[in-house]
C-alpha cells in the first residue's frame, strides 16, 4: 500500500472560507500532483511539483495555489473558496514517469 | 494541448461477458499507463506499456499499445464482479505532466 495521505478528508465549508488541502508522502518521490475530480468524470491536473521549491499549474485552470518546502508535503490552498471548487481533489507522487501512487482524495463542499 | 480520449464512456456488462476500453491519444505517448478507480476511491495503478506494439496480460486482463504510440487498449476476459469500476489511460506530455483519459465506468450485472 502507498504511503500518501491526505487530510482533511471530507471538508464542509461557507463561502469566502480560505481552506488548506494537506498531501504528505513517506517514498521520497520527487514528484507530486493535485488532480481534480468530479464524481464519476475524468480527473483535470491543477498543480505538480518536480521537487522542492518547483511547481508549475496544470491544464485546468485553478484558483489555487501550491507550495513545495519539503519533499514530503505539498498543500494547495485556497484563498477564498467559492460553490464551484465543490469537487474531489487527488494528491499523487511518483518517481520519473513512473506509476503515480495517489492519496485517499479530499471532498470539499463549498456552501 | 494533449488529449487523450476513452471510449465508451460507460459499459453494461453480464458477469462472464468480455469487455475492452480503448485510449486515444491526440499525440504520439512515450508510454502509457492504465489505471482503475473503484466507486468512492482512488485511482490505483494497473499497468504501464513503453514499447510500440507491446502487449502485457494480468489474469485475465490484456493490455496493447498500438505500434504508433497513439491508442492502447484494455480487454477484459469473462469478467467478474470484482472488475467494477472505472478505467482509465493516462500519457504524459512534454515535461512529467500526464493526461489521463476520460475514462470508461464498468458496470457488471450478476
Known amino acids: 500500500e502507498a504511503d500518501i495521505y491526505q487530510t482533511p478528508r471530507y471538508l464542509v465549508i461557507g463561502t469566502g472560507k480560505k481552506i488548506t488541502l494537506e498531501c504528505s508522502q513517506t517514498?521520497?518521490?520527487?514528484?507530486m500532483y493535485w488532480y481534480q475530480q468530479d464524481p464519476g468524470m475524468e480527473l483535470h491536473l491543477i498543480h505538480y511539483?518536480?521537487?522542492?521549491?518547483?511547481?508549475e499549474k496544470g491544464d485546468l485552470s485553478s484558483e489555487s495555489t501550491v507550495s513545495r518546502i519539503r519533499t514530503e508535503h505539498f498543500p494547495l490552498t485556497l484563498e477564498s473558496a467559492r460553490p464551484s471548487h465543490t469537487s474531489q481533489y487527488l494528491c499523487?507522487?511518483?518517481?520519473?514517469?513512473?506509476?503515480?501512487?495517489f492519496g485517499p482524495g479530499t471532498r470539499l463542499t463549498v456552501t | 494541448g494533449q488529449q487523450v480520449m476513452q471510449i465508451p464512456q460507460y459499459q453494461h456488462v453480464q458477469e462472464g461477458e468480455d469487455f475492452t476500453t480503448y485510449c486515444n491519444s491526440s499525440t504520439t505517448l512515450s508510454n502509457i499507463q492504465w489505471y482503475k478507480q473503484r466507486p468512492g476511491g482512488h485511482p490505483v495503478f494497473l499497468i504501464q506499456l513503453v514499447k510500440s506494439g507491446e502487449v502485457k496480460k494480468q489474469k485475465r486482463l490484456t493490455f496493447q499499445f498500438g505500434e504508433a504510440k497513439k491508442n492502447s487498449s484494455l480487454h477484459i476476459t469473462a469478467t467478474q464482479t470484482t472488475d467494477v469500476g472505472t478505467y482509465f489511460c493516462?500519457?504524459?506530455?512534454?515535461?512529467?505532466?500526464?493526461?489521463f483519459g476520460t475514462g470508461t465506468s464498468l458496470t457488471v450485472i450478476p
Open positions: 517514498m521520497g518521490h520527487d514528484k
Open positions: 511539483s518536480y521537487g522542492v521549491n518547483s511547481t
Open positions: 499523487a507522487s511518483s518517481e520519473h514517469r513512473s506509476e503515480q501512487y
Open positions: 493516462a500519457g504524459p506530455s512534454t515535461g512529467n505532466q500526464f493526461y
